[in-house]
């Protein structure tokens, strides 16, 4: 159950990441939830580095606070990824 939720979430942040996120992301909806998953563990091991000070790989809960940290998350993912995108192309 745990997979469904991740890919859930992982759909929702990408998602809403994209439509906040400037300029445009190329990608469907796979993209879109690989992107979010992998924002969802960076946010929530942010997350997490924040409150306790130790760096742990967790994903985000499916709840309105974990969709919050996902959605930073999936944005930080999308600069990373513009970043390295560009750098290769140049």
Do not use: C
């Given at each position: 159950?745990?997979i ?17 996120y400037?300029g445009?992301q190329?990608?469907?909806i ?6 979010g ?5 960076l946010?929530g ?6 409150q306790?000070?130790t ?6 809960s ?8 996902a959605?930073?998350?999936a944005?930080?993912?999308?600069f990373?990824?513009?970043l390295?995108s560009?750098s290769?192309?140049?």
């Amino acid at each position: 159950m745990n997979i469904i939720a991740w890919i859930i979430l992982g759909l929702l942040a990408g998602a809403i990441g994209k439509a906040i996120y400037p300029g445009r992301q190329g990608g469907g909806i796979l993209s879109t939830m690989i992107l979010g998953i992998i924002g969802a563990f960076l946010g929530g091991s942010l997350f997490t580095l924040l409150q306790t000070g130790t760096l742990q790989l967790t994903a985000a809960s499916l709840s309105i606070g974990g969709l919050v940290v996902a959605v930073i998350g999936a944005m930080v993912a999308i600069f990373l990824w513009g970043l390295l995108s560009r750098s290769s192309n140049a």
